[in-house]
């Protein structure tokens, strides 16, 4: 479609323009009858023309017009298919609705032509409303009136009906989506080609490139780097491609089940992406029905606790189809006896609790299992492992302040009350009216005389360091340099709280400017209007980021969705300091307002809460200075819980091997299939200067389950420790792709003569907690949210051939407009300007001044 249209820019100053012109051709009016006594009538006339031209001209370039071309085209760009490969998309749905069967074989091309498609569509609704199949009606009475010949075509009929629905029963939902995309009358993947150009990845935990060549082998065995324990929709969504830059992205065409348990808030992505005019068209595989399964849905238990506690696991499992009978839970310990549960099944959700045991320190793992009984869909979702952690009895805390706000008043209460931290709190600025002895809490901060001196200071056993809203000039010297040790060296956290007076604007130090993970700071201070509405509704929240909701202090629930939606209620801030986290640190929160939806290049810029591994330690920046504000009716429900899981958190991270020569550990002791271990070795400066040319190596042995190393003492790998750019003191190496197991990790040194034992510590690989066989129909509510945030459809395997036309709607036709300038066009500008110059040569040919 083509349209020309022309704009007046300057329509608001239409009158005033109006009353110049009017004025002015009547100025020119009385001088026509002055001139009219010396010149004769033409040349009256023609300058009456001229000047009349020239005050036009001059009225068509105050009304500024712009002459527009308004054209469509057909927008050109990719459309990305993202195929689902999670152990979950491996179901066979044999359980599913025969309805839902008929559909998906019609949909496959398994069944069906031009010439039954009325009576497939018939069986159809009989199935819908409850027949089986027997009691379908396989032949029209009214056209074949010969009873034998009518049994014998519905007995034939039956049979092919039979033998279509077990073929389909042996298809995982992912060969279904194979055969959608490339193996029907009319592939999808034919029908999106000639549209526009087709982007394919595969995804599971990760996602990755793939083309229609490859995409039966990947189908067929998912890349281990998919992560394939693990669904994440957010991966689907991710708009991947080798011209991801060049091209826009037209949609999203996702082929899944729906089931998601990686925690990422899919539903704020796909609102991304329809704020990014790129909709998602899910396309649903498998049955919407609970299969008959059991299976360890989810397990809720502590990842760490203290010596002599009662921790309990509490397990949920899945039980459909098991209704009405009794199932023995077994959990295990190479540690302590099994210990077997018999359970009555009331409903497809059944809940238990084990005590564990925390009379030892150390590492306990657990195995969790229910029988594979006779009729279930999978038998390998029927056990989980776990791990717990029994540490020393108490977490010490020191916590640093400059003044007691409320801030600090309500963290010390939490943390006081909690009879496994033992807190020593130092507050700078405190009034002291000499009645007591001495002022509540210390004023100082006692350094050593060598700073580096860790062992000499308050902070030797610490566990967790809280720096408040101190002022720089009241820390006593050598404190940045003590701090930087006690987390770089010893392990140690660090915590920093905001605050409005000092931290962190008006610290000038190198050594913080290194610790703190985040740069570009700035303040943000909400008044007005938004301060005094509800607290819930005032002010910026906090959006927690998919890294921090596997993070211990952050979960107030065991369910994913209901720990988001406690966060989410909590009440807003009014002031905070936002900043860019260091390519280095991982974004824990991020502030978030009603207002302001934000990509997620925006979000990392506005983070609230980072984390960054800094040496052996760890530092945390928390950007505000008012989480007593969750206690707002919840009472201490979750500010003290976080604070107290805050703490536990920090003491799991100062188990580290070392001597005086060097630290040696990774940054976690127990990680997950997928993730990467962090090696370091930290050492002393006088070694490195002693011993410029020293190399290091971590060697990697894997142990057996008997605590013996597996392969006669040759490691399983063997990586060399790089040392850091910036932390010069520190070798690295990034052990990846570990498989499940204990492992053994050893410092080897070459060109340097160290004395002092060898030194070894442990790092435990364990299979990805994931809930992803624990609920095996598929998800079409989640599915139906995403289209509708997105912009886009949902759509069902027998409706894939309508997905092609979404791409050929008036949405997705560009409109590009073109347009010119009249008012400072040069041709305005020549006709202006040339009108004026033959007005001047008439008055001077014909002797007018």
Not at 801 to 824: K, N, Y
Request: aromatic share 8%; proline share 5%.
């Amino acid at each position: 479609m083509y349209r020309r249209d022309l704009i007046l820019q300057g329509l608001e100053s239409f009158w005033p323009s109006l009353v110049i012109v009017v004025v002015a051709v009547a100025l020119i009016a009385l001088l026509m009858r002055y001139e009219r006594q010396l010149v004769n009538r033409r040349v009256g006339y023609m300058l009456l023309g001229l000047r009349l031209g020239v005050l036009l001209v001059l009225f068509i370039l105050l009304l500024q017009p712009v002459l527009g071309w308004t054209f469509n085209r057909n927008e050109s760009g990719k459309i990305i298919v993202a195929i689902d490969l999670s152990e979950s998309m491996a179901t066979s749905d044999e359980h599913a609705h025969l309805a839902e069967k008929l559909r998906w074989a019609r949909a496959l091309g398994m069944i069906g032509n031009a010439n039954i498609d009325d009576r497939l569509n018939r069986w159809t609704d009989q199935l819908d409303n409850g027949a089986t199949i027997d009691d379908l009606e396989w032949v029209d009475p009214q056209r074949i009136r010969d009873p034998a010949r009518r049994q014998q075509l519905a007995e034939t009929r039956k049979e092919n009906l039979r033998g279509v629905f077990d073929e389909l029963d042996r298809l995982s939902r992912k060969e279904m989506a194979l055969r959608l995309l490339t193996a029907t009358a009319n592939p999808l993947l034919e029908d999106l080609n000639d549209v526009s150009n087709v982007d394919i990845q595969v995804f599971a935990g990760k996602v990755s490139s793939s083309d229609a060549t490859q995409l039966p082998l990947a189908v067929e065995q998912p890349p281990n780097s998919l992560l394939i324990g693990t669904s994440d929709l957010g991966q689907g969504l991710l708009r991947t491609g080798s011209d991801s830059r060049s091209q826009r992205v037209l949609g999203i065409v996702m082929l899944t089940d729906g089931r998601d348990n990686a925690g990422a808030d899919v539903l704020d992505i796909s609102t991304q992406l329809g704020n990014s005019q790129v909709p998602v068209f899910p396309v649903i595989l498998g049955s919407e029905f609970k299969p008959t399964d059991l299976a360890i849905a989810r397990l809720d238990f502590p990842q760490t606790v203290f010596q002599d506690d009662k921790p309990l696991v509490k397990a949920i499992l899945n039980t459909a189809g098991f209704e009405g009978r009794q199932i023995e839970v077994l959990l295990e310990s190479e540690d302590a006896e099994s210990e077997t549960r018999t359970v009555f099944v009331e409903s497809d959700v059944t809940e238990l609790e084990f005590d564990l045991d925390a009379e030892e320190l150390g590492r306990k793992e657990y195995v969790l299992r229910v029988p594979v009984l006779e009729g279930e869909t999978r038998d390998d979702n029927n056990e989980q492992q776990f791990a717990v952690t029994v540490v020393d009895d108490s977490v010490n805390v020191v916590y640093l302040e400059g003044e007691a706000r409320w801030e600090f008043r309500f963290i010390d209460n939490a943390l006081t009350r909690d009879e496994r931290v033992d807190i020593q709190n130092v507050v700078f600025d405190q009034p002291y009216l000499g009645i007591l002895p001495d002022t509540f809490f210390e004023r100082r901060l006692e350094v050593p005389v060598d700073p580096t001196d860790v062992d000499a200071s308050p902070l030797s056993d610490t566990d967790l360091l809280l720096l408040g809203d101190v002022d720089p000039a009241t820390l006593p010297p050598g404190s940045e340099e003590l701090i930087e040790r006690f987390v770089s060296e010893t392990g140690g956290t660090l915590v920093v709280i905001a605050g409005k007076n000092y931290m962190p604007l008006e610290y000038r130090s190198e050594v913080f400017d290194r610790l703190l993970p985040v740069t570009n700071l700035r303040p943000l201070n909400i008044t007005g209007a938004d301060g005094t509405v509800p607290p819930r509704e005032r002010g910026f929240h906090l959006k927690l980021t998919p890294e921090a909701t596997t993070e211990t202090p952050f979960q107030f629930d065991p369910d994913a969705e209901t720990n988001r939606r406690i966060w989410s209620g909590l009440p807003g801030h009014l002031w905070g300091v936002l900043g860019e986290a260091k390519p280095s640190a991982t974004v824990w929160a991020t502030a978030s307002r009603a207002d302001n939806v934000g990509d997620l290049d925006a979000e990392r810029k506005s983070a609230v809460i980072v984390h960054q591994y800094f040496g052996f330690g760890q530092v945390l920046w928390i950007g505000i200075d008012s989480t007593w504000r969750w206690r707002y009716r919840a009472g201490d429900k979750y500010h003290h819980r976080f604070w107290a899981q805050l703490a536990r958190w920090a003491a799991e991270n100062r188990t580290m091997a070392g001597n005086k020569h060097v630290k040696f550990g990774t940054d976690r002791t127990d990680i997950e299939v997928g993730e990467d271990a962090v090696i370091r070795a930290r050492w002393t400066r006088q070694v490195l200067e002693r011993f410029p040319e020293l190399s290091a190596k971590a060697e990697i042995f894997r142990d057996s389950d008997d605590g013996q190393t597996e392969g006669n003492e040759q490691p399983f790998q063997t990586l060399k420790l790089i040392p850091d750019e910036i932390q010069l003191l520190n070798h690295e190496a990034r052990a990846v792709s570990l498989p499940a197991g204990k492992y053994r990790i050893r410092l080897a040194i070459d060109n340097a003569h160290i004395d002092g034992e060898t030194l070894e510590t442990f790092l435990y690989v364990s299979d990805r907690a994931t809930l992803e066989l624990s609920e095996l129909s598929s998800n079409r509510k989640l599915l139906s949210q995403i289209a509708t945030a997105s912009r886009g459809q949902l759509f069902f395997p027998d409706q894939v051939g309508q997905i092609a036309d979404q791409f050929r709607s008036p949405e997705f036709t560009a409109q590009d407009r073109e347009e010119t300038e009249l008012w400072d066009h040069w041709l305005i500008l020549l006709v202006f300007f040339g009108l004026l110059t033959s007005e001047w040569v008439v008055r001077k040919v014909n002797g007018l001044p």
